[in-house]
């Protein structure tokens, strides 16, 4: 994938590529405790697409998905991390997923609600983080349930116990290390969605921006980069995503 004068433009206008990195999501980023700068897979694609464009790296980083993807949809940052939604849709052009993440519902031990069909019932609150993918899916799916919102995913747990409410949704992976680190809770069977994380870039720099991102996101699968990645930070559920199928 040659880079031409176009392209730098359309995403280093600047000369340097700002990328949105979200420390919501612990599946894709998150900071070290050694050195205080932020890594991942996010972190890993980001520098591997400044590479290959042959421009420096700025990454800009935030504490939740709802800043992370206004970030890229107000032009502070040139590309993003996100799950796939039609509302961020409107402003952002996303490529085809790279990996897949469950969305998993957490209770109490003790709790009545046993399965996923029981959640979207009178009386049920259900927190997520504010502006997350499951914010915005919830928002739309819940028609009963009411939903409270924490102010990023990673505080959704301790949310939900301080404000007694009776179901947290999120990341898998989440979920089950705050179980795991508070006790007392538990699972609930299954997934309420499978959460498709893109690369995306603003629409208004152009389709030709848009497509090399696209073909970038689908090298980087097929190389097997985006496997690799998940595998040195050692994370667990989540999936590379398929290959993009072009019709």
């Known amino acids: 994938m040659k880079t031409d004068h176009e392209l730098l433009s359309a995403f280093a206008p600047n000369g340097t590529l700002r990328a949105s990195i979200n420390l919501g999501n612990p599946i894709l980023a998150n900071t070290d405790p050694a050195t205080g700068q932020p890594g991942g897979v996010s972190v890993d694609l980001a520098t591997e697409l400044a590479r290959r464009l042959d421009v420096k790296l700025d990454l ?3 504490k939740s998905a709802g800043e992370s993807v ?28 790279y990996v897949v993440i469950e969305g998993a519902y957490l209770v109490r031990q003790d709790s009545p609600v046993t399965a ?6 009178d009386g049920v609150r259900v927190v997520v983080g504010k502006g997350s993918a499951y914010d915005l899916y919830l928002t739309r799916e ?5 939903i ?26 989440q979920l089950e290390a705050d179980a795991a680190r508070l006790g007392g809770l538990r699972l609930l069977d299954g997934h309420f969605m499978l959460i ?3 690369m995306g870039v603003p629409k208004s720099r152009g389709d ?8 970038f996101v689908e090298a980087m699968k097929k ?3 985006v496997a690799d990645a998940l595998s040195r930070h050692k994370i667990q559920g989540a999936a590379v995503a398929p290959p993009q199928v072009s019709g």
């Not at 949809?73 to 490529?95: C, H, K, N, S, Y």
């Open 142 to 146: 819940l028609k009963q349930a009411e």
């Open 208 to 215: 030709k921006a848009s497509a090399y991102l696209a073909a």
């Open 148 to 173: 409270f919102r924490a102010p990023t995913s990673p505080a959704v747990v301790d949310t939900f116990l301080r404000e007694n409410l009776e179901v947290a949704a999120g990341v898998k992976q």
């Open 196 to 198: 498709r994380q893109a």
């Open 60 to 62: 800009v980083v935030f």
């Open 116 to 121: 996923m069909d029981q959640v979207d019932r």
């Open 223 to 225: 190389s097997g980069f």
């Open 70 to 97: 206004n970030a890229v949809a107000t032009e502070q940052a040139d590309v993003g991390f996100f799950a796939i939604d039609p509302l961020r849709g409107e402003q952002i052009a996303f490529t085809a997923p």
